[in-house]
């Protein structure tokens, strides 16, 4: 008797929220006028109204149940799509990246390209009676000497047409560096006075195994360097 008692008075509240709410929001949600037409036929004790109400009930029940398996999915889906799409940006990222650093490179290959176009026309242009004839766009390597006065090896070099290219004669990176730059050479310049036997010696071994003129100077002075290149 008291758990029917509680039913009805369940019944009651709830159908009576339901009727304050149509007054209140009636005109902008229908639903609440349908749930309500729903307990006015439960109330009228209406086996079929009853009947219809839960069936009616149970179809809502089952729909929320649907609508909430779908919005789980549209979430897993979402979230999908966002490690997706935040993959994809991190992708172009590195992307970018690449193509800055190959323009960045084709750049300074179109530069030595026309830098070694213009010297070669350069050299085209220059005849036997040019003063510097000999040097014009020729790399000239010098090893050794007094570190110090490089820049002035190096104005001395481009004043008379050719490309200055220097290492000093401590050998850091060994015989590699070494090798490297006088395969790119067209003259090698190894004043004595400023470099170790060893060197000397790398000098000239390597200067025969790529057929490289070279000069052996008593004196790394720059009128040594100006008499070795006339």
């Known amino acids: 008797m008291l758990s029917q008692t509680t039913k009805a008075s369940s019944f009651e ?9 149509e007054s209140d929001l009636g005109h902008c949600c229908p639903v609440i006028g349908h749930c309500l037409n729903l307990f006015e036929m439960a109330k009228a004790n209406n086996p079929s109204s009853h009947s ?4 009616e009930k149970r179809k809502l ?12 999915t549209v979430d897993e889906d979402l979230s999908e799509y966002e490690a997706k799409v935040k993959g994809l940006e991190d992708e172009n990222l590195k992307l970018l990246f690449i193509i800055d650093q190959l323009q960045c490179k084709l750049r300074e290959i179109k530069d030595q390209y026309y830098s070694q176009q213009y010297k070669a026309d350069e050299f085209e242009n220059c005849s036997k009676d040019c003063t510097n004839f000999e040097l014009c766009s020729k790399r000239i390597l010098i ?3 007094i570190t110090k006065i490089k820049s002035a090896y190096k104005d001395l070099i481009e004043q008379k047409g050719g490309e200055f290219d220097y ?3 401590y050998m850091k990176g060994g015989e590699r560096v070494l090798d ?6 067209d003259l090698v310049l190894c004043p004595v006075d400023c470099n170790s036997h060893n060197a000397c010696v790398s000098v000239k071994k390597l200067c025969k195994k790529h057929g490289k ?11 040594g360097i100006t008499e070795a290149i006339r």
């Open 13 to 21: 509240e709830t159908y009576n929220l339901l009727r304050l709410w």
């Open 52 to 55: 219809s109400w839960e069936q």
């Open 61 to 72: 029940q089952q729909e929320n149940e649907e609508l909430k398996t779908i919005l789980d």
């Open 143 to 145: 090893v050794g000497g």
């Open 167 to 169: 290492l000093d004669g």
């Open 180 to 185: 490297n730059k006088i395969k790119r050479s």
């Open 213 to 223: 003129p070279f000069k052996m100077l008593t004196s790394s002075s720059i009128t």
